[in-house]
């Protein structure tokens, strides 16, 4: 046999036996030399289905409908192919042993049943599931299925693991009675009519809540968009208030570029008249030297010539000084023109300056006045759905946090101070039958002596000499009187 290149599909592998292989070797294309045997295994799971009849440590027996999916288990890494080897060395080929038919030129085709496979899985995942209920209460497996369905899951794999095979999916169906049980029957029936009850109950709990939900629902969106209608007007205020600053300060740069133009302008203008004047000049030279020339070669005396050349030269420095008299005169005047054109040109810059000064205060005093007319329609907005100012103020406040404020002031107001009070009693007769009849004159001015005090000492006042003593000729009246009461009802 010739060597040949050979590709495996995209679900299989390539398994390769022979000389220079130790064992075997699992790949997904491969150089097949002479003396070496390839075959082709599919990686693809397969599903079937079975009914477990398992028994739970309460001695009651059911029916456990089950899918399940399972497949070789292939590795994230192409070059882990152990879990592919064990697969390939212990389940495929025959269920008896046997190796699977030839396809031609020494290459084994894959094999199309997996009858043995699939008993093989069954009969690991019955004894699995089984081990696993005998240990579990009915109401264990009812309740926790996902928990049965993922130990059902961790067991069989365990078990499969040695066989290169992985379990990718597990479905546990309804459990069923078995035969001759009626224990899920029951169960059923107990449920429906406990669902039934709970139903109707939730239904009416459900429309209580549906209709205060929906209560509040419709509050908090009024509240919502009142604060959202709040919020835009306040942005919107601050944009205005950026677009007419930048307008502002377009205004002033066009200003500026203009006054920079028209002072070029003026500039180019005095340098091209102060160039045409000097080319005048250099013209009114020529010219005198051209006529000078010219009455020299007409003059034939030589004393006219030199008495002519000499009238000649004084009327050319006279025409000269002349001209540089009357250059110099229209520079100045010239200059003068220009310094009263650049100083009216300064004028009109500062005056178109301080108008769009001017223009922009005004475009920004309009905005704010706007942005406060949108805020105040925003607040009248915000206080219709808080219930009114009242409700507004409250919203403003707790949102400035102005309780918290007014709170720390007051505290602020109190702390430190050290008050004093002062507790007097007047009696308690009350003009009760057999009291004293002047108790209640002999009250009033008890209270007098602290009365004073508490106003001395609060306010720095003194009561008047005269309040507090009284005539001597009372006095002595009264001791006399004491004196004598004394003498005779003394004790």
Known sequence: ???????????????????????????????????????????????????????????????????????????????????????????????????????????????????????????????????????????????????????????????????????????????????????????????????????RIDVAEAQSRGNIGQAEKESRAKQEIAKINATTAVLETERKGEKASADAKLVEKEISIEKELDLGRIAAKRAAESRDTELQQQVEVKRANMELERRRAIDVVNAK?????????????????????????????????????ARRKDAEGVYLAKKAEADAALLVKQAEARGMSDLAKSYGELAQVLGGPQGLMQYLMMQNNLHEKLALANAKAVNGLQPKI?????????????????????????????????????????PPQWMMQMPKEDRDVTASKEARVNGTYGR
């Open 305 to 341: 010539i030199a008495r002519e050349s000499e009238m000649e030269k004084a009327e050319a420095n006279f025409f000269s000084h002349q001209k540089k008299a009357d250059a110099a005169k229209y520079e100045q005047t010239a200059d003068a023109e220009a310094k009263l054109e």
């Open 1 to 199: 046999m010739m060597p040949r290149y050979r590709v495996a599909d995209p679900n299989s592998y390539l398994v390769i036996t022979g000389a220079g292989i130790d064992g075997i070797s699992i790949r997904k294309k491969a150089l097949i030399l002479t003396f070496q045997k390839s075959t082709k295994i599919s990686i693809s799971p397969f599903d079937f289905s079975m009914k477990l009849q398992a028994m739970t440590i309460e001695k009651l027996k059911f029916s456990l409908p089950a899918v399940f999916t399972i497949g070789p288990a292939v590795a994230d890494d192409e070059k882990d192919t152990e879990s592919l080897k064990r697969y390939a060395t212990l389940l495929t080929g025959e269920s008896d042993g046997r190796p699977a038919a030839a396809a031609g030129g020494g290459n084994l085709a894959v094999g199309t049943g997996r009858n043995h496979v699939q008993d093989v899985v069954k009969g690991i995942i019955e004894g699995e599931t089984r081990s696993l209920v005998s240990n579990m209460t009915m109401e264990e497996v009812f309740r926790g299925r996902a928990v049965f369905k993922q130990k059902v899951i961790e067991s069989v794999q365990g078990e499969l693991h040695q066989f290169g095979l992985k379990v990718y999916n597990a479905n546990v169906k309804e459990l069923e009675d078995s035969e001759g049980s009626e224990y899920f029957a029951v169960l059923g029936k107990k449920a429906h009519e406990a669902a039934s009850s709970q139903a």
């Open 422 to 462: 002062n507790v007097w009693n007047t009696g308690s007769d009350n003009g009760a039958p057999g009291s004293d009849a002047g108790a209640s004159i002999r009250n009033i001015f008890q209270t007098l002596p602290p009365l004073m005090s508490t106003i001395n000492e609060q306010t720095g006042m003194s």
